[in-house]
């Protein structure tokens, strides 16, 4: 009998196949006690253990490329920290095991973490994934993962950790679908990036029987059990449709009726430049260089290499428009020659902006970087400063490119419902606003961006947020400037209409959603999403707010 289960749609698409369970064992070493001669050859067990599992990591980094090798290696800088490993040896010279050290070492870190006002929750599955690896290869055992098969499946997980996303294969992993995690969680950005439908946080999934048939659309979060054949027909002919229409799609983004709205690429370097333009990607909405900077957390890397990556961005877009977001470390982004170590809540510390003005240097250096790298290009180079909270905020960055000699347009990220507030104020001091939806969901309501049990709170349809975003929107038009966002909201082609509608200028996205978002905004004339915003912001919820905008949308 078919059953409907609804959690968070990630990633666009169709899945239908049968169910494999991602592989799980107890990791947990026994707490065997060693003589204090056998102390030296544990400490060197744990050290290799560590390097080669390190190692790892950053291989399938360099093979999956992109976002996911950003990601795998800021993993690999987990397994090597320093401060993790002093605690490692200090346990076995007081006579744990190698494996029992790791152990209880990542343990305790990962205490610290939930004891920070939970905001690491995201980056303590990653922590849990390092510990599971090099357990597993000091006992000698396989790592759980994605399961052996022959045939095409849907991967079902209690969670994803990077290294098992990011080498996921299409062709044989239809899709997934995660108990835990969010739609800005790190198996949600990968899937994106590879394309391959994902439902997340969706509680009570791992109860699916092994081999169950099941079909997956991660457009709108819904899991179909044993699925009928008329259910299967109707999902395999909207699939079919949506893959018509965006091999029809092409060009500028634009509504139907001419309005036009650039469709942008978030990038993290360099590596993530090849498949934003074969998106067709307009520019870059969102260039987030501090994957540049967590190459090594204890300097900031030199002008020089600064240079060297951002000019390679920028050459990729000749005439095109390049938003870069100067360096936002803090929170689950730490860097110890910036970051504060002692923090009781690092959410709602020093952070973006923040960081930068009280060092100075590292901003300086960054932004004259730019200058130097945009010199003779006939790009627009524009800049933003993440974490703006004011007037004083925004003015001071402004200042500080000013000083730095920086040719280009200043702008500010809305991500704390006060800018959104307040945002003409802003506006006197900089030249458009950009909207981080992610962490603007966040502050606003009080909900971890990492935490699967809030992630209702995190859903960028809520009605709240997009009051939010129409209050930067409208802003920004009565100061004669844009205002564009460059969160995870503008990924969903349907919430880009409302978007649109709302006033919203530009769209910047992961490449692989470019091509869903352009056709589906070429569907639609400015009028249709401005109806459909209005719809939506009478709402009360955002499952509300979605029906209402379809319903305008689909003319119904």
Same mark, same amino acid.
């Given at each position: 009998?078919?059953?409907? #289960? ?53 291989? $399938? ?44 070492? =990542? ?36 790592? /759980? ?16 950790? /990077? ?12 899709? !997934? ?36 048939? *099941? ?8 899991? !179909? ?44 370097? /360099? ?19 501090? =994957? ?24 990729? =877009? ?27 809540? /690092?959410? #709602? ?66 991500? *704390? ?6 945002? $003409? ?6 030249? !458009?606003?950009? #909207? ?8 606003? =309501?009080?909900?971890? $961006? ?18 939010? *975003? ?87």
């Amino acid at each position: 009998m078919e059953t409907t #289960l609804r959690g968070v749609g990630v990633s666009h698409g169709v899945a239908i196949g049968e169910v494999r369970h991602m592989g799980t064992a107890v990791l947990e070493p026994p707490a065997k006690q060693i003589t204090a001669d056998e102390a030296e050859r544990e400490q060197g067990r744990a050290r290799q253990a560590v390097e080669a599992v390190s190692a790892d990591l950053i291989a $399938r980094g360099q093979l999956a490329g992109g976002e996911a090798q950003h990601v795998l290696e800021a993993q690999a800088m987990i397994a090597t920290d320093p401060e993790l490993m002093a605690d490692v040896d200090r346990r076995i010279a007081v006579g744990s095991t190698a494996e029992r050290g790791i152990y209880d070492a =990542f343990a305790s870190y990962r205490d610290l973490l939930a004891g920070a006002g939970e905001y690491m929750a995201g980056r303590v599955a990653d922590l849990d994934d390092v510990r599971n690896r090099i357990v597993a290869r000091l006992l000698g055992v396989p790592m /759980p993962g994605v399961p052996d098969s022959d045939e095409p499946y849907v991967l079902i997980a209690r969670d994803l950790a /990077p290294a098992d996303t990011a080498l996921l294969d299409p062709a044989l992993v239809l899709g !997934f679908v995660t108990e835990e995690g969010g739609p800005t969680s790190h198996s949600a950005i990968l899937a994106r990036a590879l394309g391959v439908p994902a439902i997340v946080a969706l509680p009570g999934a791992g109860e699916i029987a092994e081999g169950t048939l *099941i079909a997956v659309d991660g457009s709108t979060g819904d899991l !179909f059990v044993d699925p009928t054949p008329e259910k299967r027909a109707e999902l395999e002919a909207a699939a079919a449709e949506r893959r018509a229409a965006l091999s029809a799609s092409s060009g500028p983004g634009a509504t139907s009726d001419g309005h036009k709205v650039p469709l942008l690429a978030n990038v993290g370097g /360099p590596a993530d430049v090849p498949a934003a333009l074969e998106a067709g990607a307009e520019g870059v909405g969102l260039f987030r260089t501090e =994957f540049l900077f967590l190459d090594d957390s204890k300097k900031a890397p030199s002008e020089e290499k600064q240079i060297e990556s951002y000019r390679k961005v920028l050459e990729a =877009f000749p005439e095109g428009r390049v938003v870069v977001r100067v360096l936002d470390a803090g929170a689950d982004k730490p860097l110890d020659f910036l970051t504060p170590a002692d923090e009781p809540n /690092p959410a #709602l510390g020093v952070r973006g902006l923040r960081s930068l003005l009280d060092h100075p240097d590292v901003l300086r250096t960054q932004l004259t970087a730019l200058a130097k790298a945009s010199e003779g290009l006939p790009v627009h180079l524009e800049v933003m400063a993440p974490m703006v909270a004011d007037r004083t905020d925004a003015k001071a960055f402004a200042d500080a490119c000013r000083e730095a000699g920086l040719q280009a347009k200043f702008g500010a990220m809305v991500e *704390i419902p006060s800018a959104a507030l307040r945002a $003409r104020s802003i506006l006197r001091e900089v030249e !458009f606003l950009s #909207l981080g939806t992610n962490d603007l969901a966040q502050y606003a =309501f009080a909900a971890d $961006r990492q935490v699967g049990a809030v992630s209702r709170l995190q859903d960028p349809w809520q009605p709240a947020l997009l009051d939010l *975003i129409a209050m930067s929107a409208d802003a920004a038009k009565a100061e004669g400037k844009s205002c564009g966002v460059c969160g995870e909201a503008a990924s969903d082609p349907l919430l880009a209409c409302v978007l649109t509608g709302l006033g919203v200028t530009s769209l910047s996205m992961g490449a692989a959603s470019i091509p869903y978002v352009r056709a589906t905004l070429a569907k639609h004339t400015l009028a249709q999403c401005e109806r459909a915003a209005a719809a939506a912001r009478a709402c009360d919820t955002a499952e509300e707010a979605r029906v209402a905008a379809q319903a305008v949308l689909s003319g119904e």
